[in-house]
C-alpha cells in the first residue's frame, strides 16, 4: 500500500513526519485517567528509546526527560512510615526525658512534705545522732579539769578543794563529793583515756591517772545540755589497763660479719649523735639522707645490745640498746664524791643501716617496737 495524507499503507516504512502528524501515542497515565486498562504489550514494549519522552522532548544540555514511573494496576503507591530515618530514636528519648523530670519532681514534693532530704542531699546534715550532738571535746577538756581537783584532797586544803569543784557539780550537792574529810591523796598526772557517748545528753569520761603512784583510770559522769556541762554523779575509780606481753618476732639468723662491723662502727656513730654536731653526724649519714642530733643533753655510755639479722641486699635494719648518761650528774673528773655517779639508762632504736664499700653507712634512726635479743 501507498501511503496517502495521515494513512499508513500496509508495508510501507513508517516516517517521523507520519508519526508527528499522528501525536503522540496514549500512554500509561492516560489510560488510568480514562478508567482504560492498559495494552497487553508490558511497560518496556514502548516504541520510544529509554529516557527519550514522546516527541523527542529533552532537557537543556541534552540530557533526556526521565519517564514517570506508575504502579501497576490493582497496587497502591507504598506509604512512608513515620519513624522511618531513626526517628523512633527521638520518640524514646522523649520518652525517658519526661519520666526522668516526672521522677524528680516527685521526689522533691515529698520531700517538702515529709521533711526529709531531697535527692543530693549528704546525710551528716540530718541531726539527732547521740554521737554527733554530743558536746565530746568539751567533755574531754571538763573531766580533766574535775580531775586535777577530785584526785587530790587533805583536811588542810578542804575548804579549798571545795570551792574548786563547786563549778563542777549539780546545785545542792555535797560540796566534798563523797570525801569525809580525812586522810590525803595526790594526783601526779592525769591524761584522758577515752569517751564513751550514751546519748545526745549523757557521755563517760575515762581518765587515765597516777595517784600516789599508783596506775588507775576514773570514770566521770558528764551531763551536757543547752550549752552547759555539768557532773551528773560520783566518779567511778576503775583498774588500770591489763598488763600484756608483746609478741617475740621469729629469731632470724644472725650476719656474724657485719655485727662485728657495725660494732666497731655505732659506737662513734652514737657519741656524734648524742652531741648533734652536724659535721660528724655527716660522716656517718648515707647521700641524701640527713640526722639529728640530740643536741648534748646525753652523752654515749656504752652499747648494751646489738641484733643484726641475716638479709640479703646491701640494705639492713639493726636494734640497738645504747647506755646513755645524763649530763647533769657528771662531775669533772677527779671531783665526784665517793660511791655516786651519774645516772645511765638503756633505750632502744630501730637503726637503718646501708652497705658502703667495706663499712657502713646509717639512713634512719627510730624507736624499737620490741627487744628480743639475747646479750651481745
Not at 522511618?84 to 520531700?111: D, E, K, N, P
Not at 579539769?145 to 545542792?172: I, K, M
Not at 660494732?263 to 649519714?285: C, H, I, Q, W
Amino acid at each position: 500500500m501507498i501511503a496517502t495524507g495521515n494513512q499508513v499503507v500496509p508495508g510501507a516504512p513508517v516516517t517521523a513526519e507520519h508519526m508527528m502528524a499522528a501525536g503522540p501515542p496514549e500512554t500509561a497515565e492516560h489510560s488510568m485517567r480514562a478508567s482504560q486498562p492498559l495494552a497487553a504489550a508490558p511497560w518496556s514494549a514502548s516504541p520510544w528509546p529509554a529516557g527519550q519522552p514522546a516527541g523527542g522532548q529533552r532537557l537543556p544540555g541534552g540530557q533526556p526527560v526521565a519517564p514517570k514511573q506508575f504502579p501497576l494496576d490493582g497496587q497502591a503507591a507504598p506509604r512512608l512510615w513515620r519513624g522511618s530515618g531513626g526517628r523512633w530514636l527521638v520518640w524514646a528519648f522523649r520518652l525517658v526525658l519526661w519520666t526522668v523530670l516526672l521522677l524528680i519532681g516527685y521526689r522533691g514534693i515529698a520531700a517538702i512534705v515529709t521533711g526529709e532530704p531531697g535527692p543530693g542531699a549528704s546525710p551528716a546534715t540530718t541531726t539527732g545522732s547521740p554521737r554527733t550532738a554530743f558536746p565530746a571535746d568539751l567533755a574531754r577538756a571538763y573531766a580533766l579539769e574535775f580531775g586535777q581537783v577530785y584526785l587530790s584532797f587533805s583536811p588542810a586544803r578542804a575548804a579549798q578543794r571545795a570551792n574548786s569543784l563547786a563549778p563542777f557539780l549539780p546545785p545542792g550537792t555535797d560540796p566534798e563529793f563523797g570525801w569525809n574529810g580525812t586522810g590525803t591523796q595526790t594526783l601526779q598526772s592525769e591524761q584522758v583515756a577515752g569517751v564513751r557517748v550514751l546519748s545526745a545528753h549523757q557521755a563517760i569520761v575515762t581518765l587515765l591517772a597516777r595517784v600516789d603512784g599508783n596506775l588507775i583510770e576514773l570514770g566521770v559522769p558528764i551531763y551536757a545540755a543547752d550549752g552547759g556541762i555539768v557532773v551528773s554523779g560520783h566518779p567511778a575509780l576503775l583498774p588500770a589497763p591489763a598488763q600484756v606481753a608483746p609478741l617475740t618476732p621469729a629469731t632470724a639468723p644472725a650476719d656474724t660479719a657485719a655485727r662485728a662491723a657495725l660494732a666497731r662502727m655505732l659506737p662513734a656513730f652514737f657519741k656524734a649523735y648524742a652531741s648533734g654536731n652536724a659535721v660528724r653526724l655527716d660522716t656517718f649519714e648515707a647521700r641524701g639522707d640527713h640526722l639529728d642530733g640530740l643536741g648534748g643533753i646525753v652523752t654515749f655510755g656504752r652499747i648494751s645490745q646489738l641484733s643484726v639479722p641475716s638479709a640479703a641486699g646491701a640494705t639492713r635494719q639493726v636494734t640497738v640498746t645504747v647506755a646513755w648518761r645524763a649530763v647533769s650528774q657528771v662531775a669533772p673528773a677527779g671531783q665526784a664524791p665517793a660511791g655516786t655517779g651519774p645516772a645511765v639508762i638503756d633505750m632502744g632504736y630501730a637503726v637503718t643501716v646501708v652497705r658502703h664499700g667495706p663499712g657502713w653507712l646509717v639512713r634512719s634512726i627510730s624507736a624499737a617496737t620490741t627487744q628480743p635479743w639475747p646479750s651481745p
